[in-house]
């Protein structure tokens, strides 16, 4: 069973980092694809990155992020992390991970099957 949990949001200052983890508590791994995606108060749900959970863990990134963020996974910890540097207040939002068996739309949320319950992420100027 996948069990998504995340932790590791704050409040922070603009230019600061902050890395979100994501753990499949149910320590199983069915899904092919996870990813990130951040909603912001009064907004849709928002693409952030993505990776394959098997092989070489290809990611993707929206334009909004490339370059600033980064995400990371460790197939032995059940665990996929979200390194956020050069943060901007226009970052602000609760960010979510999401798993999938799908290997296709990956930038849509309604591709996901599971969801954690997000995590608050404040970035101040």
């Known amino acids: 069973q996948v069990q998504l949990v995340e932790s590791g949001g704050g409040s922070v200052q603009s230019g600061d980092s902050l890395r979100l983890s994501c753990t499949n508590s149910g320590r199983t791994f069915p899904t092919d694809n996870m990813a990130w995606f951040r909603q912001a108060p009064g907004k849709q749900r928002e693409f952030v990155g993505a990776?394959?959970?098997?092989?070489?863990?290809?990611?993707y990134y929206a334009d909004s992020v490339k370059g600033r963020f980064t995400i990371s996974r460790d197939i032995h910890k059940y665990t996929a992390w979200l390194q956020m540097n050069s943060l901007k207040p226009a970052d602000t939002a609760v960010y979510y991970c999401?798993?999938?068996?799908?290997?296709?739309?990956?930038?849509?949320?309604?591709?996901?099957?599971?969801w954690g319950q997000g995590t608050q992420v404040t970035v101040s100027s």
């Open positions: 990776t394959s959970w098997s092989g070489e863990g290809i990611t």
């Open positions: 999401a798993a999938t068996y799908s290997r296709d739309h990956l930038r849509w949320p309604g591709a996901y099957n599971y």
